[in-house]
């Protein structure tokens, strides 16, 4: 099982670093002893907000360390610990539910949407907190006395914990698992109360070392949890886990009829555990589907976007209790057919997979490009760069838009202020698919993209500045073919530099170039 998860994003080791990556980069090359971890946020700030992950600090730090600062010891660690999620689920599905562990654990390993968690460095967070959350979900489960049972969940709880806050909803998880196990005496009923509560305890120093550190409660400064952001956020959440990135659902609406189908199928395999009677099998089922829900609760208003993955690693957590849910749902014996279906279904998610991760190769590839040509056209000391366009994604995988001026930075200048305007999301890389001139009106600028390179625009609300040098705003669509949900083909710029010296760019869709030059 661990040879097949890394065989399945194995292309993902050629990736370089990209979009977040740097902020990252920038935290752990400031690192000052590991206590200095323990005392400021993600970004290595005291009281800055955002994020606490200590442990994801000191875990990047040692893979800086280990590579020489190079991107392939990141990757090599991400599939080494994505491996062993892998190995763990096969474990606890085995404890859950008792059947068909490897086929779940296959259908783990070979899960399309796991690919922003393994292909980008970045993304460990996931893999390490869940890594630990299966191990403390194990100790709870092993046929060991209660004490060690307890000491040992405690323990992952708090390490979980320390590395994402998605591992504060492992009491609930624990709840849910040891709820679904077969029935047993007086004292295994008083542990599956006491041990629960203990793993909520244990989060309680976790918190208040968290607050202390960041000063506040911290997460995402974007738009507010609304109930309709709460429900297009489940929405895209739902419509994901059972689609692979590779479909483009709201750019051709009429592939929604796969999720359809794949939903369809999963309540017609319920409904006939349900007639046959078949308690254990339905008590999975509930389990895999309570653990998906409740995994997806600390991240309830932040969206997946359906256009080009982002988001998509918020579902490593929860996509174990949908392989849960898969264990109860597979026949006892398929057939012939059946496996000849399973072995073609198995096939093609490993082709998706490969896919899926060699498109991090391609958009790190585009991230140095990006970043080698903004260093090449900036302007001299003291000057600013404006992008009027800048390359947010390729396909599935991240790129640059709110790290640029940090990379830049690493690089020498730190100096140089950046600003950019329009992000795009890139389908396809080809020079000339993303231009700008003039407008009709002053100070504004038409951008005008090809469906192979759509800007990309808030799906609620209006887009605004992206950095304080430069905004972006809707254009009227002269040609609205190849608009899509959250993409558009037309965007005005509105750059308001700062600085002495300016140098106006625009990524068109391969390279930077300066505007108006060939």
């Not at 659902?249 to 999720?259: D, G, N, S, T, V």
Request: aromatic share 6%.
């Amino acid at each position: 099982m661990a040879a097949l998860a890394v065989l399945a994003y194995l292309p993902s080791l050629w990736a370089g670093f990209a979009a977040d990556d740097y902020a990252m980069l920038t935290t752990v090359e400031s690192l000052d002893g590991s206590l200095w971890a323990f005392e400021r946020n993600d970004l290595g700030e005291v009281d800055g907000g955002h994020f606490y992950r200590p442990l994801w600090v000191l875990l990047n730090a040692w893979a800086h360390a280990l590579g020489g600062g190079g991107a392939a010891a990141f990757h090599a660690i991400n599939l080494l610990l994505y491996a062993l999620a892998a190995v763990e689920v096969v474990l606890l599905v085995r404890v859950v539910a008792g059947r068909a562990s490897l086929l779940a654990g296959a259908a783990f390993a070979l899960y399309p949407r796991h690919t922003e968690s393994v292909a980008w460095a970045s993304g460990n967070t996931d893999l390490l907190a869940t890594a630990l959350a299966l191990a403390a979900l194990l100790c709870a489960t092993a046929p060991w006395p209660a004490r060690r049972r307890i000491i040992g969940a405690v323990t992952l709880t708090i390490l979980a914990a320390l590395s994402k806050e998605s591992a504060f909803v492992l009491p609930i998880l624990a709840a849910l698992v040891l709820w679904a196990r077969p029935r047993a005496g007086d004292a295994q009923s008083r542990l599956r109360l006491l041990l629960p509560a203990a793993m909520a305890a244990a989060l309680v120093p976790v918190l208040i070392l968290r607050t202390l550190a960041i000063g506040g409660i911290g997460g995402y400064a974007g738009d507010d949890v609304t109930p309709l952001r709460i429900l297009g956020s489940t929405v895209s959440y739902l419509v994901a886990a059972v689609t692979p990135h590779q479909v483009e659902i709201l750019r051709w609406p009429a592939l929604a009829l796969i999720p359809l189908a794949l939903l369809a199928l999963a309540l017609v395999g319920a409904l006939r555990l349900r007639r046959g009677g078949e308690t254990a099998r339905m008590r999975a089922l509930a389990l895999g589907l309570g653990f998906f829900a409740a995994a997806l609760l600390p991240i309830v208003g932040e969206p997946l976007d359906l256009n080009n993955a982002t988001g998509e690693r918020l579902l490593f957590l929860p996509s174990v209790g949908l392989t849960i849910a898969l264990a109860a749902l597979l026949p006892t014996r398929p057939g012939r057919a059946g496996a000849a279906a399973l072995t073609a279904a198995g096939a093609a998610a490993l082709a998706l997979c490969l896919i899926g991760a060699s498109n991090w190769t391609t958009a790190t590839d585009v991230a140095d490009r990006t970043l080698a040509r903004s260093l090449e056209l900036a302007p001299g000391e003291g000057g600013e760069l404006v992008l009027l366009s800048i390359p947010e994604s390729y396909r599935n995988a991240h790129v640059f838009t709110n790290s640029l001026d940090r990379a830049i930075a690493r690089s020498g200048r730190p100096d140089l202020r950046v600003s950019w305007c329009a992000p795009v999301h890139l389908r396809s890389e080809r020079a000339g698919l993303v231009s700008f001139a003039p407008s009709n009106r002053p100070g504004e600028l038409l951008g005008r993209a090809d469906p192979l390179a759509p800007f990309d625009f808030p799906v609620a609300g209006q887009p605004g500045r992206l950095t304080a040098g430069c905004s972006y705003a809707r254009a009227p669509a002269t040609d609205r073919d190849g608009d899509v949900l959250g993409l558009r083909l037309n965007a005005l710029a509105r750059p308001v530099p700062e600085r002495g010296e300016v140098a106006l760019v625009v990524f068109d869709g391969r390279d930077l170039r300066r505007l108006g030059a060939p």
